[in-house]
């Protein structure tokens, strides 16, 4: 190729590069002026100008006077995401219930639906159907565009189509979720499926308490136990996608309990909704998070046996939690899904469990907490999937969108 040719190239796919970081910035951060943006992104402010010109005439972004500036002057304008007009829509399958999301550029739930459900015996097409449905009534406002569909699934997902390789909990194995529901939904999108504590690790990074740490491990417990571990800021998925289950870490493996993966004695089978319920002899009572609470709330009013149950999963816990910090070093330990609760119950078990068995200099900085997204965290983490495309290269994303 000619020189000039190749200098063209590069110098396009780098604009593409700036483009899809100038987005990031404000989808993550909110309103932005140029100079914020110009120190951010190592740029001059007539190369921010020009970026912000093309996303402004794409109908991405729009500059606009802040809202309090508290100086006086002429205030400089600020670059915001266009959070009405563009969105994703952000699907989440749990173990007890569906939800569904319209969710604009800038991380904002437009529109959200959801339905409790049965946890046994829901097969591939009752899920597509409801969540097509769903998706039915979120979509179709005038003058807005989708660009994108993500799911969080509670399983092990193939990257490439959306398969779910293997889902416990709903007793799936080689679901072509992905593909049928992109093919239900009919917008003509790709629909990114993820594993639901992945995606709730990257949510905790990118919005949550994790802000700010490149190294962190998020637990995420529903029936089983599931995580996702950031590394220099980016998830380690593994060979194949399906690492980081932490959930099926061994930690007790000669009279351990039963885990529904067929071993025994897994994090998951030892700290899970079962166990807490099964030891505080509550097992046929409330499930789910509501069966948790009661738990904790009668422990902290004095019932000995909900207290005894407590201690002996957070024992567990703390295990694991310090079998990660001894191998990641990270810089925050989150707990999501269910597990704050438990925490709440039983912190000083798992404080006590790091405190003897993390290597001193690995505890020095660590830092222990729960999930600032909540329940929501595995939402916002497939919003998140929905929006990489746009975010990695804006105008080619948004023309495959305008075409479908
Ligand atoms: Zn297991």
Redesign the pocket.
């Known amino acids: 190729m000619r020189q000039d040719l190749v200098m063209l190239k590069s110098g396009r796919s780098q604009e593409r590069s700036n483009l899809g970081d100038l987005l990031r910035h404000v989808h993550l951060e909110g309103s932005l002026s140029r100079s914020a943006l110009a120190e951010r992104m190592g740029l001059n402010r007539s190369t921010i100008m020009a970026l912000t010109a093309e996303l402004t005439g794409a109908g991405l972004v729009r500059e606009e006077l802040p809202r309090e500036t508290g100086r006086a002057g002429r205030p400089s304008l600020v670059v915001r995401p266009e959070t009405d007009r563009v969105y994703v829509l952000a699907f989440d399958v749990r173990v007890d219930r569906l939800v569904a999301a319209r969710v604009g550029l800038g991380g904002k739930v437009l529109d959200r639906r959801e339905a409790v459900r049965q946890r046994a015996g829901a097969d591939l097409d009752d899920v597509v159907g409801v969540l097509a449905g769903f998706a039915r009534e979120l979509c179709g406002q005038a003058d807005s565009v989708c660009v994108g569909i993500g799911a969080a699934y509670c399983g092990m997902i193939r990257p490439g189509d959306g398969m779910v390789r293997f889902g ?1 909990d709903m007793g799936w194995v080689d679901q072509a979720f992905g593909t049928e529901l992109g093919q239900r939904l009919g917008l003509g999108l790709p629909v990114a499926v993820g594993n639901e504590a992945h995606l709730g690790a990257l949510a905790e990074h990118e919005r949550g308490v994790g802000v700010g740490y490149q190294n962190l491990i998020y637990l995420h417990g529903d029936v ?1 136990v599931g995580g996702g571990i950031i590394v220099g800021g980016k998830l380690l998925d593994g060979d194949g996608g399906y690492g980081c ?1 932490l ?2 870490m ?1 930690v007790n493996p000669y009279d351990g309990r039963p ?11 030892e700290v899970g909704e079962r166990a807490l319920l099964d030891a505080a002899g509550r097992s046929a009572e409330l499930m789910g998070h509501d069966g948790i609470r009661a738990v904790v709330d009668a422990a902290e009013e004095g019932d000995e046996a909900a207290r005894e149950a407590l201690r002996r999963i957070g024992d567990w816990l703390g295990i694991g939690v310090a079998n990660l910090i001894n191998l990641f070093n990270p810089g925050m330990v989150i707990f999501g899904g269910m597990l704050p609760d438990i925490y709440r119950g039983s912190a000083a078990q798992v404080h006590s469990r790091v405190a003897a068995n993390v290597l001193v200099i690995s505890r020095e900085a660590v830092q222990l907490r729960t999930a600032a997204l909540g329940d929501d965290a595995t939402l916002i983490g497939a919003a998140e999937l929905a929006f990489a495309e746009l975010l990695a290269s804006p105008l080619d994303a948004l023309a495959h969108s305008a075409l479908r």
């Open positions: 416990p089983g289950e959930g099926h061994i885990c529904g993966c067929g071993s025994r004695g897994c994090l998951e089978a």
